[in-house]
């Protein structure tokens, strides 16, 4: 019987990998780049925020095998649908809530910080990206 169980699950694992969806990891070209207050803000968003957020995605190993690959691929289409720091020329980006989710840790959330730990960032980190994520939207309303 667990035998059984594990060749189905076997199985099961071995036919999901043929759902395309998930392939493909595209980073489509950085237009221009959000105009970051200082090169540390720059540095903090490229490791908490960038791999959701922008055109400039790592993609882990995990990222290719099903299930996995759809959530990741799931997420950062949706991650750049709500904010794209690498397209800051085309048009209005939703960083107003940006600076509010950062500060009250719902961004990064913690299944991504559970696998990228440099993406956990201290009280000190968080009020300061999210400061910076306020200028950026500022700069934002002004243009």
């Known amino acids: 019987m667990v035998r059984k169980l594990l060749l189905a699950a076997v199985l099961v694992f071995a036919v999901i990998q043929l759902v395309p969806y998930g392939w493909r990891h595209p980073n489509p070209p950085v237009t221009q780049d959000a105009p970051w207050p200082s090169r540390q803000a720059r540095q903090l968003a490229v ?10 995605s790592k993609w882990p190993a995990y990222s290719y095998v099903a299930p996995m690959s759809w959530l ?3 997420d950062v289409e949706d991650g750049r649908r709500k904010l794209n720091f ?9 960083v107003k809530d940006a600076a509010e989710t950062v500060q009250d840790g719902s961004m990064p959330p913690r299944q991504y910080t559970l696998a990228h730990r440099d993406a956990s960032l201290s009280a000190a980190e968080k009020a300061e990206l ?12 002004e243009e």
């Open 130 to 141: 999210a400061a910076a994520l306020e200028v950026l939207d500022e700069g934002d309303r």
């Open 72 to 74: 990741v691929r799931h």
């Open 86 to 94: 690498s397209t800051w020329d085309q048009g209005e980006q939703e």
């Open 47 to 56: 490791a908490a925020c960038y791999d959701c957020h922008s055109n400039e």
